[in-house]
């Protein structure tokens, strides 16, 4: 689902800033936004799924920054703590009314529109 959501953000990107591909390093900066973005999304989304209360989704969204921190194998795709809580905000606001455990298409939804939140309202460098 993440790649799907990277796909459909990064064809968004170019054709909003037109298919001009000479300047790739543009292109890359975008496209590991989009990756940290869907990485961000899928921890908010994970995390808002597993707790309903807001103490519980505050503890485990610290500790999973601080993971995040220490991750060393995500490398350019780790995104930052901002990331995550701009992630977290879309999906929060997205997931009011909805029952957990979300179904797999609701948890699938709610990724791509947290990640699709986080990667308009991020800069490149996150």
């Given at each position: 689902?993440?790649?799907v ?5 990064l064809a968004v ?11 790739m ?10 990756d940290r ?18 103490l ?5 969204m610290?500790?999973a920054?601080?993971?995040l ?12 703590e901002l990331?995550?809580?701009?992630a ?5 606001r997205?997931?009011i009314g ?5 179904g ?13 939140g ?9």
């Open positions: 689902m993440r790649v959501v990277a796909c459909v953000a990107s170019v054709v909003a800033h037109g298919s001009n591909f000479q300047d390093e543009a292109v890359e900066k975008q496209v590991m936004k989009v973005c869907s990485n961000a999304a899928f921890i908010a989304v994970s995390i808002l799924e597993e707790s309903g209360d807001g519980g989704q505050g503890l485990a610290t500790g920054v601080a993971g921190q220490k991750n060393q194998q995500l490398g350019q795709a780790k995104p930052t990331e995550v809580k701009v977290s905000r879309y999906a929060e997205e997931s909805m029952k957990r455990p979300f797999k298409q609701q948890h699938d939804w709610l990724v791509a529109q947290a990640a699709a986080c990667v308009m309202w991020m800069p490149l460098e996150g």
